[in-house]
């Protein structure tokens, strides 16, 4: 029996791993191979379409559209899904499985745990503390949507580091995204993907919102516990597994986990399951 559960936990972890390569080339595919146009990213993006909402206030048909040229009048209808039931999905999937999206789906997200796993300096060197508070990353979001409200205009994907990557397979540049992009990679050298995904990132603040009320939290057993703290090591988000949810005897509802189970693969005692 402890060997079948075992092979299961392998396996979530492998799944995650999976759903997470899947995702990085369907990004190029529809980026590059299937739309070849430098906007198509922005249409998959969720903060797009928020941005939007407060660029074109209080206009709720919004479509997903695929630009057919540079020119940002070439534009034809592709895809009748209006923004709110876009962004619906997403809202629906953070409040039943949290930041599920972070850690299984996000592209850019993807690429970053790929150079942190890379890195020859991260652990070596440390965080300023200006950078280690979550909370700036809903500044970060309140700030872009505001100034996307008063410039008409999706303010964040003039500086999205996802943008360098994925609209530059296309050819097409964004020169203030680059300088952004290359302080983001050396950040994610030098202290993990954390310092993006938990501290600055717009996106996650966006699910971040949605996640602490979500249904299906990773659950704990606090009578089984033996306090090793592999949990708390394994954890990319730092989150305070052990302190602030298995002595509660809480199921862990945190605005910060992305769910990539590996407290659960870590725990030698089972405590931790999901769903």
Known sequence: ???????????????????????????????????????????????????????????????????????????????????????????????????????????????????????????????????????????????????AFISSQTAFCEFCPAGTIFKGVTGYVIPLSIPIFICVLFIVFAYGRKTWCSYLCPLGAFFGIFSRFHILGIRTEKDKCVRCFMCNTVCPMDVLIVEKYINRDMKINDGECIKCMNCIDACPRNVLRFP
Request: glycine share 4%; net charge positive; proline share 6%.
């Open 1 to 147: 029996m402890e060997q079948n559960n075992k092979i299961i936990r392998i396996k979530r972890t492998s799944l995650r791993k999976t759903s997470q390569a899947f995702f990085l080339v369907l990004t190029f595919i529809l980026t590059y191979l299937f739309y070849s146009k430098p906007m198509a990213i922005c249409w998959l993006d969720p903060l797009w379409h928020l941005q939007a909402f407060f660029a074109d206030f209080p206009n709720t048909g919004l479509n997903l559209y695929m630009s057919e040229g540079r020119n940002p009048t070439d534009i034809i209808h592709r895809i009748s899904i209006p923004s709110f039931a876009y962004l619906g999905i997403f809202i629906l999937m953070a409040f039943v499985f949290g930041r599920l999206f972070c850690g299984w789906i996000c592209p850019f997200g993807t690429l970053l745990e790929y150079i942190e796993n890379i890195s020859p300096i991260k652990g070596k060197l440390k965080m300023p503390s200006e950078l280690n508070d979550p909370d700036i990353k809903y500044i970060v979001l309140i700030s872009f949507l505001f100034l």
